[in-house]
């Protein structure tokens, strides 16, 4: 069924559908499908030989039609950042779910809870007193949850620090009646950018390895791990080739920003900010695709057709480039640009341009906006 968000968006972006590209008010999020459907489908065709599968994150994307291709393509759920996210993806009929993150804070765990009545949410967790409110409110929900235990596998972030913990955190779990342990999580984040591929394997197999370790002490105690969840786009080859793994937790692959780069080949650009030239001194254009526009973290975005021009700086609403006499770009002219990373991209826009064939064939809400619920809870919107 439609949702309210969908018909929303529609009444408010759908007349662009129909206009070419490079003719929409800018800025505007453009998504190439049928490069994001080949970036899927690469994935899917590259993981079928691998022992195993694909759960992808789709906190980089926040759209569930996205999600429905990837499961079309064979994936066997999602794994989300946030509850909110992962109540989106439940609610639009995606029947395994989870959250590869610790959900703390009574709001959040209770409207975990409330949602883990409709669909099946599993949830990461590294420490017992969490796990216990978790419980707490499920059982007073009168629903239960699904839990990886996080393992700290090398990043620092999330996780459980040691074997030992693990074990005695598995223990806890054990006593507490709505929640059921799956397995664990162990995201070896701090690997996958490493430019040398070499030194990448070396040091998610290191990841991998100390994970593994983990496993065989929570089976001698007791606690088998039917999940073994991990990996990014960086790694997915190499943690989702390791036969401890069972799945595999990538996520940029579907639009490969500037900052994954050609970390891994046979993945293209299928995300584009489209900007439109506001100033022009001179050798200095300015487009109106500043930083409340573009993602800007990591790395600067650049523009397709010029990716040899470095941008001076991006303003909130200004996006500076020293240009030369190879650029062709006048006061209102459009320009494509790379975000530099997707992520904090997608999550300054409403909606999606779905292009094919240059010309936009769809609008694609991108909900939730924002790191908050974005109204979810209150409209019953994917129903
Ligand atoms: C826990 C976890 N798993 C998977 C991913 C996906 O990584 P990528 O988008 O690089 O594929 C991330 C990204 O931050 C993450 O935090």
Redesign the pocket.
């Known amino acids: 069924m439609t949702s309210v968000f969908r018909e929303r968006m529609l009444a408010a972006y759908g007349a662009a559908i129909g206009q070419k590209r490079d003719e929409l008010v800018t800025p505007a999020l453009i998504l190439d499908l049928d490069v994001a459907r080949r970036n899927i489908a690469f994935m899917a065709e590259r993981m079928s030989t691998m022992p195993a599968s694909l759960r992808p994150?789709v906190?980089?994307q926040k759209s569930t039609e996205l999600a429905r291709l990837q499961i079309e393509a064979g994936a066997i759920g999602v794994?989300t950042?946030t509850v909110w996210e992962a109540i989106v993806m439940s609610r639009a009929g995606i029947e395994d779910v989870l959250i590869?993150?610790e959900v703390c804070g009574q709001g959040k765990v209770m409207a975990l809870a409330e949602a883990a009545k409709e669909g099946r949410l599993t949830v990461a967790v590294d420490d017992a007193s969490n796990a216990a409110d978790l419980s707490d409110a499920a059982s007073a929900a009168g629903s239960s949850l699904e839990v990886l235990i996080e393992v700290d596998v090398g990043m620092g972030r999330g996780g459980v620090r040691s074997a030992e913990e693990a074990v005695s955190l598995a223990q806890r779990l054990a006593g507490l009646s709505a929640l059921r342990l799956r397995g664990v999580?162990g995201?070896e984040?701090h690997c996958?950018l490493e430019p040398d591929r070499d030194v990448r394997i070396q040091k998610a197999h290191a990841a991998m390895a100390h994970l593994g370790e983990v496993v065989e002490r929570l089976a001698a105690a007791g606690f088998e791990c039917e999940v073994v969840s991990a990996?990014?786009?960086?790694t997915?080859d190499i943690t989702g080739a390791n036969p401890l793994v069972t799945e595999v937790?990538?996520?940029?692959?579907v639009f490969m920003d500037k900052f994954?780069g050609n970390l891994v080949p046979g993945f293209s650009r299928a995300l584009t900010v489209l900007g439109t030239v506001m100033i022009q001194h001179g050798d200095t254009i300015v487009l109106d695709s500043g930083r409340k526009s573009i993602g800007i973290d990591f790395v600067l975005p650049t523009m397709v057709e010029y990716p040899f021009y470095q941008a001076r700086y991006f303003a909130e609403e200004h996006a500076l480039f020293d240009v030369d006499d190879r650029c062709r770009l006048k006061l209102g002219d459009t320009a494509e640009l790379v975000p530099g990373y997707a992520?904090s991209t997608v999550n300054l826009y409403d909606v999606y341009h779905v292009v094919e064939d240059g010309v936009v064939v769809d609008i694609w809400p991108i909900i939730p906006r924002g790191p908050g619920h974005g109204g979810i809870l209150q409209e019953g919107h994917m129903r």
């Not at 990996?231 to 960086?234: I, L, S």
């Not at 937790?249 to 692959?253: P, T």
Request: charged residues 5%; hydrophobic residues 20%.
């Open positions: 994150h906190k980089v794994c950042a590869a993150n999580q995201y984040g996958m990996g990014g786009t960086g997915y937790q990538a996520g940029s692959y994954h992520p």
